[in-house]
């Protein structure tokens, strides 16, 4: 037995359009800061914005089930979780240096950019201590989800509103029938 769940559905896709939003803004935060054996390093996650721009909603949905999901480039979460080690391409490296404003390095001296021997020197010590230390856990993705998991505790009241809306329905498919005055009966056979 199923019914119509607009209602439902509704909240649902709101939930997962906020819980997008959030994720935007978090990877966007710039007091987040992270702890690290040499320095404390206070900025956004984002460089590139290539994560950012990576997360969208997939949605699958047939008669029976709506699935919604957020998806975006996987190295996100290994930014909220952390590793043990990674594996960075140095030309990756270059690029994310690049896109870093303000980047500095480990004497909180600014790096000049545009000398491409010494961002190239920067990509491989970066390569190197990822390689041996991985990365630091932010936990951005994760704060998120359950700050927003409360809000799942609200889905009572458009279930409520859609089994209300399509009562009549679910009474008539459970062999109730509708009669006079808008009232159901169930007929009953007494066996013996």
């Given amino acids: 037995m199923s019914f119509k769940l607009k209602n439902t559905e509704k909240y649902l896709r709101q939930y997962t359009k906020s819980l997008l939003d959030n994720l935007i803004v978090e990877i966007s935060r710039v007091n987040r ?21 990576s997360l969208k909603i997939i949605q699958k949905d047939t008669k029976s089930k709506l699935e919604l999901n957020i998806e975006g480039n996987s190295y996100g979460e290994q930014i909220d979780e952390g590793t043990n080690t990674s594996s960075v391409s140095k030309g990756k490296l ?82 109730y029938k509708k009669g006079a005055n808008e009232t159901f009966s169930i007929q009953t056979k007494i066996i013996q």
Avoid: C, H, M
């Fill in 33 to 53: 800061t992270r702890n690290y054996a040499s320095r404390t390093v206070t900025s956004p996650i984002k460089a590139s914005g290539s994560l950012q721009e």
């Fill in 94 to 175: 270059i690029q994310w240096i690049k896109n870093k404003n303000g980047f500095k390095d480990l004497n909180g001296n600014p790096v000049n950019l545009s000398n491409l021997k010494e961002v190239g020197r920067i990509a491989g010590l970066i390569s190197k201590s990822l390689k041996f230390n991985g990365i630091k856990q932010t936990n951005f993705l994760t704060n998120i989800v359950e700050s927003k998991f409360k809000e799942l505790n609200n889905i009572e009241a458009p279930i409520l509103k859609d089994a209300n809306d399509d009562l009549d329905n679910i009474l008539k498919r459970a062999g």
